[in-house]
C-alpha cells in the first residue's frame, strides 16, 4: 500500500466518523427536543394552606401578621378569629398594622383600613381580602390563603 493510498483512506475514514458524528448530534437533539414537546409544562407554585399557631398563642383582641405569609391573624375580644390578607388592594403594596390607632395602614398610598378589613381612606377600592381560617384535628389553625371567605365569616374556638 503506498502512502497516497493511505492517506486516501484515512480521509475516507475522517469523512466516515464526521458523518456517523452528524448522525448522532442530529439523532440526539431532536430526541431533546421531543422530550421538551412531550414533557407537560408544570408551574410548581408554593403550598396556599400554612400552619398559623395554636390559639393560645395569640391574644384576645390581638392583631398579628405573619410576615412570611403576608396574612393578619385577628383575634377578636369574643375569642372568634379571622384572617386577612396583608396585601393592599389598590396597587398590591403591603399593609402595616398601627396598633395605636387599631387601624392597617397602607405606606405606599396612604389607604387605611379598620381591623376588619374595611377602607377606611385612600386610593383602595376594595376591602382588604377575608381568608378562610380553620382548625386542624390537633386544635392548629390553618390559613387557606387560596380561598377567599365573606367578611362575617369567622372560626369560633
Ligand atoms: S398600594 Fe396601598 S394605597 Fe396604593
Partial sequence: MTDDRKKKM?????FFKIGIGSIGVTIGGGSILSFQYISPNVLFEPP???????PEDF??????????QLVYIV????GYFYSLSAVCTHLGCIT???T???KIACPCHGSIFDIDGQVLSGPAPRPLEHLQ??????????????????EDYVLKV
Fill in 10 to 14: 484515512n480521509r475516507r475514514e475522517f
Fill in 133 to 150: 381560617i380553620e382548625q386542624n384535628d390537633r386544635g392548629e389553625l390553618i390559613v387557606d390563603k387560596g380561598v377567599t371567605v365573606n
Fill in 59 to 68: 391574644p384576645a383582641n390581638s392583631v398579628t401578621l405573619n410576615s412570611e
Fill in 96 to 98: 402595616q398594622y398601627r
Fill in 75 to 78: 383575634r377578636a375580644k369574643a
Fill in 100 to 102: 395605636s390607632e387599631n
Fill in 48 to 54: 396556599t394552606k400554612f400552619k398559623a399557631g395554636l
